[in-house]
């Protein structure tokens, strides 16, 4: 069974680095069959695409934070990480990690549990 | 303002049928683009409910059900129960963003 498992730390001050890991259990992040993705979700509102990487490394962000976001994968360590940068209290928000097939249409069929991150000093 | 455009909120009774839209553009769901549901409990991170517009995982009820004509999907939800009461969502791919995006999310009170 894949789980996935978002860690990092819940508070970031404004104008800093907000920088989150994704570890990946039960499947091997460097199968060319999946993307894996950021999606976060401020309190009481929807949720936003923010990116996706392939294990290759290619990269596709959210034209609306492509200046701020970074993602980036270690496939030695099973594990894909964001970095948004010059946050600000807009950015706060619960950030999931989930999987997306790349060979069939099949949605994010797995998500983390999501993580809280408060952008406040 | 979301790329899909979902009605903020529905409701039923238990054991009545209820829809929820999902209104996109040429961009998107009009360009052939798959539509997926997802369903949101209280606390918890969206569960995949419906893939490839109509296509249910595993262990997904029978009583949900999706479907998709021209640049529109739709997720029917039968036999209400009160363990429906969630957030919805539905999402695609959307070529002039480049990216995926989803559509505002739908509550759905059962009365």
């Known amino acids: 069974q894949v789980q996935l498992q978002e860690s990092g730390p819940g508070l970031v001050k404004p104008s800093q680095t907000l920088s989150l890991t994704c570890t990946v259990s039960?499947?091997?992040?460097?199968?060319?069959?999946?993307?894996w993705s950021w999606i976060r979700q401020p309190a009481g509102k929807g949720l936003e695409w923010i990116g996706r990487i392939y294990p290759s490394g290619s990269t596709n962000y959210n034209p609306s934070l492509k200046s701020r976001v970074t993602i980036s994968v270690d496939t030695s360590k099973n594990q894909f990480s964001l970095k948004l940068s010059s946050v600000t209290a807009a950015d706060t928000a619960v950030y999931y990690c989930?999987?997306?097939?790349?060979?069939?249409?099949?949605?994010?069929?797995?998500w983390g549990q999501g993580t809280l991150v408060t952008v406040s000093s | 303002q979301s790329v899909l455009t979902q009605p903020p909120s529905v409701s039923g009774a238990p054991g009545q049928r209820v829809t929820i839209s999902c209104t996109g553009s040429s961009s998107n769901i009009g360009a052939a683009y798959d539509v997926h549901w997802y369903q949101q409990l209280p606390g918890t991170a969206p569960k995949l409910l419906i893939y490839?517009?109509?296509d249910r995982p595993s262990g997904v009820p029978d009583r949900f059900s999706g479907s998709k004509s021209g640049a529109s999907a739709s997720l029917a939800i039968t036999g209400l129960q009160a363990e429906d009461e969630a957030d919805y969502y539905c999402q695609s791919y959307d070529t002039s963003l480049s990216g995926w995006v989803f559509g505002g999310g739908t509550k759905l009170a059962v009365l």
């Open positions: 490839g517009n109509s």
């Open positions: 039960g499947g091997s992040i460097s199968s060319d069959s999946y993307y």
């Open positions: 989930a999987r997306f097939s790349a060979i069939s249409s099949s949605g994010f069929d797995y």
